[in-house]
């Protein structure tokens, strides 16, 4: 198993440039998350999905989007980049909810965006 | 409001030596908390995860206790290697909803020879 995968590593945009970044999983995950982390602050949710179809915003979802059209795969879109998107983005995917202790949640390796 | 408080917010130890980092949540209801290590430029990879009537659990060096009264938890690092330089993110879920996550800002620890 591959875990979660994240494209790409790093990426550099100009303010207003759009672009997607990818996330897959490949252990049948119903669950799965987008966090965004900056220096000094907690890991912070911006959107989410329960399943295929289903998607809900998290602490953070202004200015991005997401969509659910399969199980593998969440991409996270950017619409019109901004330099306060600058961070670390990481996806995260788990079998159910985190509630149950159960459930382990396991994270891809981050995306570096820089958006100047 | 929910929160985790986490603390030192660094630590420098030598090799060999045993640490102990600290978490402080507000979360309520409780479900269970979690310990992640999180090396320099990759994410966090699960440690433990303690539901409130589990009082200790290990994981090789690593053994997190949680005392679910005082809503206190910590993370004990037996014998600590060069390895274990990283940060320690304590999370606590909740039982309301689908995003019962909160996220302390992590213990950067480094270990030094």
């Not at chain 1, 795969?73 to 509630?99: E, H, I, K, N, W």
């Not at chain 2, 005392?67 to 940060?87: G, V």
Request: with cysteine; net charge positive.
């Amino acid at each position: 198993n591959a875990g979660v995968t994240q494209t790409p590593k790093f990426q550099v945009l100009k303010t207003g440039q759009s672009m997607t970044l990818q996330c897959a999983q490949d252990m049948n995950h119903e669950y799965m998350s987008w966090y965004r982390q900056d220096p000094g602050m907690g890991l912070r949710l911006i959107h989410y999905s329960v399943g295929a179809g289903i998607t809900d915003q998290g602490e953070v979802p202004n200015g991005y989007n997401v969509s659910r059209s399969t199980t593998e795969d969440f991409p996270l879109r950017l619409l019109s980049a901004a330099p306060s998107q600058t961070s670390v983005y990481f996806c995260a995917s788990s079998y159910g909810r985190l509630a149950n202790s159960y459930n382990e949640q396991f994270f891809g390796p981050g995306t570096r965006l820089t958006v100047l | 409001k929910n929160q985790v408080e986490q603390s030192p917010q660094s630590l420098i130890i030598l090799e060999g030596k045993n640490c102990t980092l600290q978490c402080n949540y507000t979360v309520s209801p409780f479900s269970n908390l979690r310990w992640y290590k999180q090396d320099t430029g990759r994410g966090p990879v699960s440690l433990t995860i303690m539901t409130f009537s589990e009082n200790t659990k290990s994981n090789g060096r690593y053994t997190a206790t949680l005392d679910a009264d005082t809503k206190q938890s910590s993370l004990h690092i037996t014998a600590s290697q060069l390895s274990d330089s990283a940060s320690y993110i304590c999370v606590v879920s909740g039982y309301s909803g689908n995003t019962p996550l909160v996220f302390g800002k992590g213990t950067r620890l480094s270990v030094i020879a």
